[in-house]
């Protein structure tokens, strides 16, 4: 079983100096987002290959017809499946669920299905009876950080880009039936997408537990005045935000030499869907309350480019103008 | 207690106020225990008589002799201080275990009493598992026998370590190690076997290296187990006791204990210290119990529940105590009737009084 | 489900009687387990109550949880099938469970001065006795007060609190109730200042909404804090007393 991958010490030291420097090893800026790449199936409805950098993630939706809950007859299904496989890094093992993968699958769990993204209610057909299940199932091709982010826009972008075929109700009382119009017949029907969920992690670096590490210099004061090893040269009295390196979204190395993260989940309404800390670094309010902001900026970002790739999407399938006469006939 | 109210106000939404703080609520009164019980010989020098939260400290009392007997400065002063607790804001001081610094503060960074020695201020923590120091006589178990040494529980953050070369083989102290010895060292100590035990070193990471080297120290038989916390053994000269009765009590410094029927050591059979290694034949690791006769056996049961008693009341346990709790323990007839918790207090208390002068 | 009118009323009460600013009632207690644990405590905060055990530091139990600088911590969240209304039993392996002690378990690494126990591991076993909202931040603040009842050295208080959020009107310290009606976040503060080691927010919320709220929750860390920074130095007042140390 291959281990984690540490780092080593030397690369430990050498990105930790460069951010001191303010430079990061692939040359962004710290509040810069890596190339984002989103297309989407040529065959298929909700099928989305998101790039983030040299991360990769393929997200697929689809649905089904059947029985709600019981406890929820209005409610249609909804599920998000998101297991690693070894296929994205051989730390991620198949069958067994590490602390990791736990925490991407809650977060878009959180992100997307609870902040209410998809209205589930638009999902009903006969109330009890019968009723979609829409399926996400996020494959994780190529790690190199930011899965989490990679995964809830390709979910987002998924949704709306899936279209299920339209059905019919036909007979009244128990004899009901419902009539599946295959997508070749009929125009098939979008999703009722509330809004577009976009995660945001950002990672935190204590430079200053770089700058000491790098020099040396505190350790030695350390052994200067004390002859107990039960001293902490660490926190400084008043945090000034200087000392805490914020960087959005990081790469694998950044990843694993990182303190601390928050991921963020923003939509386009100024909203925070979710927010997740996990206890790691200690951190001011007010970046995290600056983070939170600059996660709507990101999110309207992508947004804008989710929006104009379907666009594309919508015009290269529309070749002749097709489905808008199709659509048409269907208005009323 | 009462709803407590958050001083919050609209006001604080700007996000300069953020942090502003609710206002320390008053200092809360004592808890009056049924068993108040004030101490007069444990290794703590004197009581603390007032709750003045920010007294300037002088620290005169905790002086261990040499040199310079009236160091002040601004320090908190020797009652409780808990975590985050700003302990000293002079560089003069030398900071010890249970303090951290950031610049030239060091703040606590456990709950307990600061201590000080000459210049090292170090904070002792109310509770906490043993922290072996070399020379302590402490009681293991041994837990893992590996090549040339042997891993011993002896309640401590981490296992110690006892090595070949460190115990009395039979035959004698001049014998040397043969690899027969590395090969057949379960027949000397093998898991669960008990032994007492001195630490000889203390690693860096704080785990300790023992030794046995001494016809005190040796595997354990004839006797019971069982433990008190650590915090609670006074540690004195000697750890090894002859109590009235036939019982021997091994206290050790680790908060394990061992009550055994009275043997005849080898050194009190009057033979010649030069032959005493030479004496030392396989019976020192022998695992076979001896004949205990009823009365031991009480009187065993009876020393064990008095250490519980005291254990329970959180007494400081020296052999002083252990004896007067024996004492007092005779008013009851069974020492079964020691368990019950009234019982107890009662003795603990009769220990505090009879001890005190 | 309770209507809006109910949980905050126009007189500004709340369902239990308070304010907005107020947490509910606040009981703790340590040193609860003395013989089967290094540190305990028992938590109570309205009827949310949490025992906590801390085991440790000692010598690891496996070989894979042999950290060479630094002590590695691990936490069991167990959560009683009576804490609620209708007695499910929860497994081990339930999402939110696990969410939960990985949580715990990162907040405590950072807080907990971890070098100075290379090579061993503590345990961190909570038990979830009854559920009335603010499960997580009772599991914190209990586990804080279990890990100095152990002697185990830390750089502060780890103290969390939730706030809510109803329309305009920030809530502290949630109950069930209340909690399943409003979106509200989970904040852990170490010490006496601003810094802030876990924040969890479970619900959509505006974000101009989102700094009442986290300024609330502060302020009411950092009164859990007094609150058990109180009982700390009550219990080692007793001891000194009584010349157990």
Redesign the interface.
């Given at each position: 079983m291959p281990r984690d991958l540490t780092p080593s010490t030397i690369e430990n030291t050498f990105v930790l100096k460069a951010l001191t420097e303010r430079i990061r090893l692939d040359s962004r800026s710290f509040n810069q987002l890596r190339d984002l790449d989103i297309s989407f199936s040529s065959t298929e409805y909700g099928v989305v290959d998101v790039k983030l950098g040299r991360t990769r993630v393929i997200a697929r939706i689809s649905a089904e017809i059947t029985q709600p809950y019981t406890d929820r007859p209005y409610d249609g299904l909804f599920i998000i499946s998101t297991e690693i496989s070894p296929m994205a890094a051989p730390t991620f093992e198949a069958g067994r669920k590490s602390e990791d993968e736990l925490v991407i699958s809650r977060i878009i769990e959180k992100s997307i299905r609870r902040s209410g993204a998809l209205d589930t209610e638009s999902l009903c057909i006969i109330s009890g009876e019968k009723c979609w299940a829409v399926r996400a199932d996020v494959h994780f091709l190529d790690h190199d950080g930011g899965l989490m982010d990679a995964a809830c826009i390709a979910v987002s972008a998924g949704l709306l880009h899936f279209r299920r075929p339209d059905i019919t109700i036909e007979g009244v009382g128990s004899r009901r039936e419902v009539i599946v119009h295959p997508i070749t017949e009929r125009v098939p029907v979008p999703l009722a997408v509330l809004h577009v969920p976009v995660c945001v992690t950002f990672s935190f670096f204590d430079v200053r537990k770089a700058s000491s590490a790098i020099s040396g210099r505190t350790r030695k004061d350390e052994a200067k005045?004390?002859?107990?090893?039960?001293?902490?040269?660490?926190?400084?009295?008043e945090e000034d935000d200087s000392s805490v390196a914020v960087l959005v979204d990081a790469t694998l190395q950044e990843e694993l030499l990182r303190h601390g993260y928050m991921s963020v989940t923003a939509n386009t309404n100024r909203e925070i869907c979710q927010i997740q800390k996990g206890g790691d670094m200690p951190v001011d309010?007010?970046v995290l309350?600056s983070c939170s902001e600059a996660a709507i900026m990101v999110a309207e970002k992508v947004t804008k480019l989710i929006n104009k790739r379907l666009k594309e999407d919508e015009a290269r399938r529309n070749v002749g103008n097709l489905l808008v006469e199709a659509r048409a006939e269907n208005d009323r | 207690?009462p709803?407590?109210?958050?001083?919050?106000s609209t006001d604080?939404?700007s996000?300069s106020?953020?942090?502003?703080?609710?206002p320390?609520?008053a200092?809360?009164e004592?808890?009056s225990?049924d068993?108040?019980?004030?101490?007069?010989d444990?290794a703590?020098p004197e009581?603390?008589s007032d709750?003045d939260d920010d007294r300037i400290f002088s620290l005169d009392h905790t002086e261990t002799g040499d040199g310079d007997a009236r160091v002040t400065g601004v320090v908190k002063s020797r009652?409780?201080v808990?975590?985050?607790e700003l302990v000293t804001a002079e560089?003069m001081w030398?900071?010890?275990?249970?303090?951290?610094?950031?610049?030239l503060?060091?703040?606590s960074?456990?709950?307990?009493?600061i201590t000080r020695v000459n210049k090292?201020l170090?904070v002792?923590?109310?509770?906490?598992?043993y922290d072996p120091k070399i020379g302590d006589h402490v009681i293991g178990r041994i837990?893992d026998v590996g090549t040339r040494s042997w891993h011993v529980?002896i309640g401590a953050?981490?296992?110690a370590v006892l090595m070949l070369g460190s115990v009395n083989l039979p035959g004698g102290v001049q014998r040397r190690k043969s690899e027969s010895d590395e090969l057949q060292m379960r027949a000397f100590l093998k898991e669960g076997d008990l032994l007492n035990a001195e630490v000889q070193a203390v690693f860096?990471?704080?785990?300790a290296s023992l030794h046995t080297r001494s016809l005190n120290y040796g595997k354990l038989r004839n006797g019971y187990f069982f433990t008190i916390?650590s915090?609670?053994v006074v540690r004195s000269k000697y750890h090894t006791f002859e109590l009235p009765g036939g019982v021997d009590l091994v206290l050790g410094v680790n908060g394990y204990i061992w009550l055994r029927k009275h043997t005849q050591q080898l050194g009190e059979q009057g033979v010649s210290i030069t032959r005493l290694a030479e004496e030392a034949g396989w019976e020192i690791y022998s695992d076979e119990n001896e004949y205990i006769s009823p009365s031991i056996r009480e009187n065993i049961a009876r020393y064990a529940n008095a250490v519980k008693a005291l254990r329970y009341?959180?007494?400081?346990v020296n052999e002083a105590r252990v004896i007067a709790a024996y004492e007092a323990s005779k008013e009851y007839r069974s020492p079964g009737e020691m368990i019950e918790n009234d019982v107890k207090k009662r003795i603990a208390k009769h220990v505090?009084l009879a001890t005190k002068g | 489900m309770a209507s809006r009118m109910e949980i905050f009323s126009p007189e500004g009460l709340r369902i239990d009687?308070?304010?907005w600013?107020?947490?509910?009632?606040?009981?703790c207690a340590i040193?609860t387990h003395?013989v089967s644990s290094?540190?305990s405590a028992i938590i109570e905060q309205g009827n949310t109550k949490v025992i906590c055990n801390v085991i440790?530091?000692?010598?690891p139990t496996l070989r894979s949880r042999v950290v060479p600088d630094r002590v590695s911590i691990s936490v069991k969240v167990v959560v009683a099938p009576f804490s609620t209304i209708d007695r499910r039993k929860r497994s081990q392996n339930d999402s939110r469970i696990q969410e939960m002690c990985s949580s715990i378990q990162h907040v405590f690494e950072d807080a907990v001065?971890a070098h100075?126990?290379?090579?061993?591991q503590i345990d961190v076993n909570l038990y979830v006795v009854a559920q009335d909202g603010g499960v997580l931040q009772a599991c914190i603040n209990a586990t804080t007060l279990a890990l100095?009842?152990?002697?185990?050295?830390?750089?502060?208080?780890v103290c969390a609190c939730t706030a809510g959020m109803l329309d305009r009107e920030v809530l502290?310290d949630l109950n069930r109730i209340e909690e399943s009606d409003m979106p509200f976040l989970t904040m852990a503060t170490i010490?006496?200042?601003?810094k802030v080691a876990l924040l969890q927010l479970e619900m959509k919320v505006q974000f101009d909404r989102l700094?009442?709220m986290?300024?609330?929750s502060?302020?009411?860390c950092?009164?859990i804090r007094?609150?058990m920074?109180?009982e700390?130095?009550?219990?080692?007042?007793?001891?000194?007393?009584?010349?157990?140390?």
């Open positions: 005045d004390v002859d107990e090893d039960d001293v902490e040269e660490e926190e400084e009295e309010v007010g309350l | 207690m709803m407590l109210t958050v001083h919050t604080l939404f996000s106020r953020l942090g502003h703080r609710a320390r609520s200092k809360e004592l808890d225990e068993v108040v019980m004030s101490d007069a444990s703590e009581q603390e709750d009652h409780i808990t975590p985050g560089s030398m900071r010890g275990h249970g303090t951290y610094s950031v610049g503060k060091s703040y960074s456990v709950a307990g009493t090292l170090s002792a923590p109310l509770r906490g598992r837990i529980d953050k981490q296992a860096t990471d704080g785990a916390p915090s609670l009341c959180e007494v400081g505090l | 009687g308070r304010r600013n107020e947490v509910r009632h606040f009981r040193n003395p290094d540190g440790g530091p000692v010598e001065i100075l126990f290379p090579r061993s100095i009842d152990a002697g185990v050295p830390m750089y502060d208080y502290l010490g006496s200042k601003r700094e009442p986290m300024a609330a502060m302020s009411g950092h009164h007094d609150l920074d109180n700390v130095r009550k219990h080692g007042k007793s001891r000194l007393e009584r010349g157990s140390l």
